[in-house]
């Protein structure tokens, strides 16, 4: 077991860190093996669909897990619209190094018609700094990168609103850079959302001394069974669709 000091603090100041486990490595190893299979490259029209079915369903779960944490189902339609927006974005952006100025706009098209024109969406400049450094240059695994990715949105909130979706689509954005392409195919909120109990749990009982090994190993999981699912859709058309 290997200790990792992550260049980002949470929101007491403190250094992120996790230790490396044998779960970890073989959660990652079987996410890989799985999505770098050319099942998951052919463009045939099982794909094309799940492709168009996964676009939705990004927007929809995403804006249903951020109203199960505020109670608030009456913006569900609203976040709905807006995810949508900046998931079509993502798409289009997810090759670039991530600047100000793509997290601002991503950040507009989340927060729109939600927030008073008066805020900025930057809640901690120094903190954006060094998450989008973090986000450029900081080397490990991209499944496990990905994970601290959501979770500093979540725990550190850099931003004035919209913390949560914005962690889910940097983390999404990360691994299409990284060409894990079955996040194109099976919704990254929706895995979260069919698991949000058991993160949840791990988000609260991680950070601080306690380290965020917990929530990473916890997302790990809910990856793998995302893509087992995905798999098996795919494996069972294989034969009959071209």
């Known amino acids: 077991m290997e200790r990792h000091i992550v260049p980002l ?14 779960e970890m490595e073989t959660l990652a190893e079987h996410i890989n093996s799985l999505n770098f299979d050319a099942v998951f490259k052919a463009a045939n029209q099982r794909h094309r669909i799940l492709l168009n ?3 939705f369903q990004e927007a929809h779960y995403s804006a249903l897990l951020d109203e199960i944490e505020f109670d608030n189902a009456h913006r569900i339609p609203m976040k709905y619209k807006n995810s949508l927006s900046c998931i079509k974005y993502v798409l289009s952006n997810f090759s670039r190094d991530l600047d100000e100025d793509i997290v601002m706009k991503m950040y507009r098209l989340l927060s729109r018609n939600s927030l008073s024109k008066s805020i900025t969406g930057m809640h901690n400049v120094e903190s954006m700094i060094e998450f989008i450094d973090f986000y ?22 850099p931003l004035h609103d919209s913390s949560g979706r914005m962690g889910r689509l940097l983390a999404l954005m990360y691994l299409l850079r990284n060409g894990y392409e079955f996040t194109k195919y099976y919704s990254l909120s929706q895995m979260m959302f069919q698991n949000h109990e058991e993160l949840d749990k791990a988000i609260l009982c991680s950070g601080g001394t306690t380290g965020i090994t917990e929530l990473i190993e916890t997302m790990l999981k809910t990856y793998s069974e995302g893509i087992d699912a ?9 034969k009959t669709v071209s």
Not at 136 to 153: E, G, Q
């Open 230 to 238: 995905l798999a098996k859709i795919n494996y069972a058309g294989k």
């Open 136 to 157: 450029n240059y900081y080397v490990c695994s991209p499944l496990t990168k990905s994970c601290i990715i959501y979770y500093y949105f979540t725990k550190v909130h």
């Open 53 to 55: 079915k996964a676009f």
């Open 9 to 22: 603090h949470d929101s007491d100041g403190r250094k992120i860190w996790y230790d490396s486990t044998e």
